[in-house]
């Protein structure tokens, strides 16, 4: 079974499998620091900009 | 963390001064380098444009326009908002007005020195890398002086966390650094000329993972930096999500360097770094969008300010331009996309979107709402920066787009074939004519871009003498010398995030080793499981109790550490096989070398080549496709460039591949009377040819003083050229020069009393060189320097 596995060249597939992954964190990553309650520290940081 | 009590307050100025200098440098120069530009696209439809001069000439002036447009315009616009925001963002005027004035000169200098150089064919021939080896030292100094202030100024500074636009210019200024130098490590051989110390397909992973990264940590990093401060600025809000700021920028600069290869696809490059530039150019596509959609999104809830705003619009079009074009790259780096992209107008096309709509747009945003800061007054007239930015928005979509369809219909004229499976298109320049209508369209949208560059300048110039300048000033809190509280420093580098992304490489290693299947997927499984930790990790870190990132935020020194580490690992990975493997020299069966060096004229000719650029236009790497099998010849293969330094791969075909123009199925291509003719004026032989004409190298001499030298030096890089040889050069040189002298005679090209004359004009030299092209012996695998 898993000869056929190999030979099949399923493994080919396997850069695909983890960039699916890899996209997969990434998607979660975008709505996460989207969603989540602000922290005041971050809030802090992105007024340095506006100080002056 | 907390902020230990101030001691004092003390009211600052900040040095502006030096942010004006290099406002104005980046606007002067940056037309100049843009006009540039507009003349070498006229002369693809008009080959008279260069009226007949050597340093107006297409493969003169082209890289001038590259060099221009990056080191002038990009570059002096980077610097310009470098220094303004550090200041603001440290809390401190820069810690040396010398080292500033250092930095501005000494680049200025780099300028003009580019200026003088290039057109008259001084120049190392590797894109974005051409300026020759006496400026790269100018390049060093002038970076060593940026860096040594800014780094000094985190030292002093009065703002105990780094704001993102600071790692951005850490990231920038580390990364430049290490591969100008690497990829500039060159041999001089006389006062205008050196040999890179790389060669070959080492060469071209070199050059493109400097060129790549040129991209990346020159016009992107630090153009990113200067969004992240000034678009929250301008609009008048905080970034829409700093958390996301930090993925982006981790993100960005740990996977931007691996992506080099992708500018050599179906090369003679190892499979393997191709397969790995391919991934992570793929991989780009996420934090790329990230930092697209940061950028937008702070100006949510404030959409009808960008109506008003031209710095808003600017800067909206500039992101959404960064965007398009990170999402071209990805998909250009698809190997077959690449296949049809590749050496077409379509990349000319996506560096612009990039470059005219990025750079150049984020340039005119920041400007807009700078020069009234540092003049202390008002914009003179935002209709016409309005105008501006429509006449400019045009002439990219018009520039972009007719690179498009005039790359995608060449790709596919290339490869047209008859029923009879020979080329449709045999006549190379039937199908330059096919696409002069998108050459005229480009060039227009050209003219269009520098014209409203023009009304900025006349905008900001109305705008800066209608102030005076002021030098920016804060009542800033006097930041106490302490020791960070927390973890030691190397505690915090080498934490959890550190240990997480060398277990997902080592992960990724074992999955793309092909050679043995379970290892591949332990490695996916292996791999996998980081991800999912990392996220976990992430999600944890959200309870504000993990606060990595805030600690490493606050400590410059170590912040830096991971900057270089993560530009390191992709480095290494992409260079080091590459040095190892170079150097196996194949043999053939009877013992020799498979590659002969070239003769001393074949070398001198090489030179011509190199000096007058001709690598702009023409590609000596003919890929393993039918179409090109059939109009170039056999594959190129990787030993065949062995001692060329530099290579002459090449990246764009607007002449036809040159790799075997001396050894096609066994013969030469052309006889010797043909390359002379052509290369006096192409058209005596080629009705239609948008090539130069090149007459001047019939009766400009090589400088013979100079060949034993370069063959000297070609043996200190590892040519193996004899001592005989060396010491022979010029006897050598001037043998085989004329048996070419003596058949041009015999096909009337030259007059037997001028034999002795034309011994030694470039011509000759190119020529042998030319018909060198495409002769070494076809090797056994098994002897090694295949792939």
């Given at each position: ?21 890899f ?26 900009p506006?100080?002056? | ?5 101030a ?21 002067v ?7 540039v ?20 000439t297409?493969s003169r002036?082209?890289?001038?326009h ?10 002096n616009?980077?610097f310009?908002?470098?220094y303004?925001s ?19 000169w ?44 800014f780094?000094?100024?985190l ?8 704001y ?165 790259g ?8 690449s ?97 002069q ?65 060398v ?10 080793d ?42 410059p020194?170590?912040?830096?550490l991971?900057v ?30 498979a ?46 460039s ?15 591949d ?40 019939a009766d ?6 100079d060949?034993s ?79």
């Amino acid at each position: 079974m898993f000869r056929a596995l190999f030979e099949d060249g399923v493994l080919l597939d396997l850069p695909v499998v983890s960039m699916l992954a890899f996209f997969a964190l990434f998607a979660g990553v975008l709505v996460w620091t989207a969603s989540r309650r602000r922290r005041p520290h971050y809030d802090r940081m992105s007024q340095l900009p506006l100080e002056d | 963390m907390t902020d230990t009590p101030a001691l004092e307050t003390r009211r600052i100025v900040y040095d502006d001064g030096i942010v004006r200098r290099f406002t104005l440098a980046s606007v002067v120069f940056g037309l100049v380098g843009l006009l540039v530009g507009l003349l070498a696209a006229i002369q693809m439809s008009f080959w008279q444009a260069n009226f007949d001069t050597p340093w107006l000439t297409f493969s003169r002036i082209r890289p001038l326009h590259t060099n221009a447009v990056i080191f002038a315009l990009v570059g002096n616009m980077m610097f310009a908002g470098v220094y303004y925001s550090t200041q603001r963002l440290l809390k401190t005027r820069m810690p040396s007005d010398f080292l500033s004035r250092l930095h501005f000169w000494s680049w200025q200098a780099v300028i003009i020195g580019a200026v003088v150089t290039l057109p008259f064919g001084i120049t190392q021939s590797k894109e974005y890398a051409e300026l020759e080896w006496f400026l790269d030292i100018g390049v060093v100094v002038s970076w060593v002086a940026f860096a040594i202030n800014f780094f000094w100024a985190l030292a002093v500074r009065n703002e105990r966390n780094l704001y993102v636009a600071i790692w951005f210019y850490i990231s920038t200024i580390i990364t430049i650094a290490v591969l100008y130098i690497v990829n500039n490590l060159a041999l001089p051989v006389s006062a205008t000329k050196s040999y890179g110390v790389f060669s070959g397909a080492q060469d071209a992973l070199t050059q493109w993972w400097y060129g790549h990264n040129a991209v990346a940590f020159f016009l992107t990093t630090p153009i990113l930096g200067i969004m992240y401060y000034f678009l929250p600025k301008a609009a008048g809000r905080p970034v829409y999500s700093y958390r996301l700021s930090i993925v982006h920028f981790w993100a960005l600069v740990f996977i931007y360097i691996w992506a080099g290869p992708h500018h050599l696809l179906y090369t003679a490059l190892p499979d393997w770094a191709q397969t790995l530039g391919m991934l992570f150019s793929l991989m780009l596509w996420a934090p790329s969008w990230g930092g697209m959609l940061n950028g937008l999104l702070t100006l949510r809830g404030a959409w009808h300010r960008v109506r008003e705003e031209p710095v808003l619009k600017f800067f909206v079009a500039g992101v959404t331009f960064y965007g398009m074009s990170t999402f071209e790259g990805p998909l250009l780096s698809i190997k077959s996309v690449s296949a049809l992209g590749h050496y077409t107008d379509w990349i000319i096309g996506h560096v612009h979107g990039g470059a005219l709509g990025w750079n150049g747009f984020m340039a005119a945003g920041m400007f807009y709402w700078l020069v009234p800061q540092l003049f202390g007054t008002k914009l003179h007239s935002k209709q016409l920066a309005d105008l501006h930015f429509w006449i400019g928005m045009v002439g990219i979509l018009l520039y972009v787009a007719s690179m498009w369809i005039g790359g995608i219909t060449s790709g596919l004229l290339w490869r047209e074939m008859t029923d009879e499976g020979t080329l449709r298109w045999l006549q190379w320049t039937e199908i330059i004519d096919k696409i002069q209508p998108m050459y005229f369209a480009r060039s227009f949208g050209g003219f269009l871009f520098i014209l409203g560059w023009v009304l900025m300048i006349w905008n900001l110039w109305k705008t800066a003498t209608s102030g005076k300048a002021v030098d920016g000033e804060a009542e800033v809190r006097v930041l106490a010398p302490r020791v960070a509280a927390g973890p030691s420093t190397a505690a915090i580098v080498f934490g959890t995030p550190t240990i997480l992304t060398v277990m997902g490489l080592v992960a990724g290693f074992m999955m793309i080793d092909s050679s043995n299947p379970v290892l591949s997927v332990v490695g996916t499984v292996f791999l996998v499981g980081v991800l999912a930790v990392t996220g976990v990790r992430a999600f944890w870190a959200s309870r504000d109790r993990f606060r990595w990132h805030d600690m490493i935020e606050s400590r410059p020194l170590g912040f830096t550490l991971l900057v270089v580490l993560a530009v390191l690992a992709g480095g290494l990975v992409e260079l080091l096989p590459g040095i190892v493997l170079q150097k196996e020299v194949p043999m053939t069966a009877s013992g020799e070398y498979a590659v002969r060096p070239y003769t001393a004229l074949e070398l001198e000719g090489r030179d011509v080549y190199v000096s007058e650029g001709c690598y702009v236009c023409h590609s000596q790497m003919i890929r393993p496709f039918r179409d090109e099998f059939l109009r170039y010849g056999e594959p190129s293969r990787i030993e065949e460039s062995m001692w060329d330094h530099p290579f002459q791969w090449g990246s764009k075909r607007t002449g036809p591949d040159l790799a075997r123009i001396g050894n096609f199925n066994g013969a030469d291509k052309y006889p010797h009377s043909w390359h002379w003719q052509h290369m006096i004026d192409p058209r005596r032989i080629s009705a239609g040819s948008t090539m130069p004409r090149y007459q001047w190298l019939a009766d400009d001499r090589v400088d013979l003083a100079d060949t034993s030298g370069k063959l000297k030096a070609m043996k200190a890089l590892g040519v193996p050229y004899t001592d005989e040889q060396i010491e022979g050069a010029v006897d050598d040189y001037r043998r085989q020069a004329a048996e070419i002298v003596d058949a041009l005679i015999a096909q009337g090209e030259i007059k037997a009393d001028e034999r002795e004359d034309k011994i030694e004009v470039q011509l000759i030299a190119l020529i042998a060189y030319l018909q060198r092209l495409g002769d070494n012996a076809v090797v056994d695998v098994a002897s090694g320097g295949g792939r």
